[in-house]
């Protein structure tokens, strides 16, 4: 079965990076982005059940990926795995990701092998 992953990340080049990875690393389909917190919710909001892992990042020129988890975690219901991979990946930060209802916390510039091999054992 195909992974369906939504992204949160406001850096295009990023964005685009982790859709060749995941697509082709992990066979997965990236069925939607969003740059900003309020595209994200928007979009999670009107496709509840749509996706199956969520790739989301904390700092976003507009809102942020922790508004982003509390808005998911506010829907409740069904949903699928929400990792957080990120620059800002602090115990703080880490710690209010998890409170918040992420599965696991990456950082961004030395987790990234960590991260793919999450993704292929959540798979």
């Not at 507009?62 to 929400?82: D, F, N």
């Not at 620059?87 to 918040?100: F, G, K, V, Y």
């Amino acid at each position: 079965m195909t992974l369906a992953v939504f992204i949160v990340e406001d850096e295009p080049l990023i964005q685009d990076s982790l859709k060749v990875v995941l697509e082709g690393y992990l066979q997965a389909e990236v069925i939607g982005t969003a740059l900003s917190e309020t595209e994200a919710v928007a979009w999670l909001q009107a496709n509840e059940e749509a996706w199956q892992l969520l790739v989301v990042d904390l700092l976003l020129k507009q809102g942020t990926g922790l508004g982003v988890l509390a808005a998911l975690s506010a829907l409740g219901g069904k949903r699928g795995i929400v990792v957080a991979l990120t620059n800002a990946a602090s115990p703080d930060n880490r710690a209010e990701c998890i409170r918040l209802g992420a599965d696991a916390v990456f950082d961004k510039a030395a987790e990234v092998n960590e991260f793919l091999a999450y993704c292929a054992a959540v798979h």
